[in-house]
Nanobody
Framework: QLVESGGGLVRAGGSLKLSCTAS????????MAWFRQAPGKEREFVTA????????DYADSVKGRFTISRDNTKNTMYLQMNSLKPEDTAVYYC?????????????????WGQGTQVTVSS
């Protein structure tokens, strides 16, 4: 089970930090990712991190603004979001994948959280 938290309403230029806590799986064996879905749009890749945290991948739209990290001792992944823009508004989902390759494809992930809403006002 994956549970996201930390979403909310923030003004453009502000920051939020999301968390994703895992239970019922060996967290340290999974690559982890954040996806997001805005109303009327498909779910899109945001960022992913390898099981050990040594490597990460980012969508071009968030590079330099978002930072993914994880703490395997706490079974928790984080997403620090800075310089937020209205176009970042979406439901953010965390996902887990046993593969050692960081994938941008939602269908390849094994487990999903329920999502947390992030709203950025202009």
């Amino acid at each position: 089970q994956l549970v996201e938290s930390g979403g909310g309403l923030v003004r453009a230029g502000g920051s939020l930090k999301l968390s994703c806590t895992a239970s019922g799986l060996t967290f340290s064996r999974y690559a982890m990712a954040w996806f997001r879905q805005a109303p009327g749009k498909e779910r899109e890749f945001v960022t992913a991190i390898t099981w050990g945290g040594s490597s990460a991948d980012y969508a071009d739209s968030v590079k330099g603004r978002f930072t993914i990290s994880r703490d395997n001792t706490k079974n928790t992944m984080y997403l620090q979001m800075n310089s937020l823009k209205p176009e970042d508004t979406a439901v953010y989902y965390c996902a887990a994948d046993l593969s050692r390759v960081l994938s941008h494809t939602p269908g390849l992930y094994d487990y999903w959280g329920q999502g947390t809403q992030v709203t950025v006002s202009s």
